[in-house]
Nanobody, 117 residues
């Protein structure tokens, strides 16, 4: 079993930056795909980006060039660096982990990101 805990959310002005963290415990996630998702009020959860065990990344078009995902397998940590934030980036951000990119078996509780205009 894997437990995921996100942190680092908050309120930021448009154009600002935030760095989210996701701490994994229970077992190592070094071999898992890990991803970030977000859910805005009244909308479905959407994919933000993911990173493979080897460090390969893939991003949604809406965040490409602004967000960067990284991981530290030794620390069982996942990160999301968000730059040039826009009001439409507002939402609850979740990290997920799983054996492949279509099977995220474990989820965190989410952290709120609010971008003011």
């Amino acid at each position: 079993q894997v437990q995921l805990v996100e942190s680092g959310g908050g309120l930021v002005q448009a154009g600002g930056s935030l760095r989210l963290s996701c701490a994994a415990s229970g077992r190592t996630v070094s071999s898992y795909v890990m991803g970030w998702f977000r859910q805005a009020p009244g909308k479905e959860r959407e994919f933000v980006g993911r990173i493979s065990w080897s460090g390969s990344t893939y991003y949604a078009d809406s965040v490409k060039g602004r967000f960067t995902i990284s991981r530290d397998n030794a620390k069982n940590m996942l990160y999301l660096q968000m730059n040039s934030l826009k009001p439409e980036d507002t939402g609850v951000y979740y990290c997920g982990a799983g054996p492949n990119c279509i099977d995220y078996r474990y989820w965190g509780q989410g952290t709120q990101v609010t971008v003011s205009s």
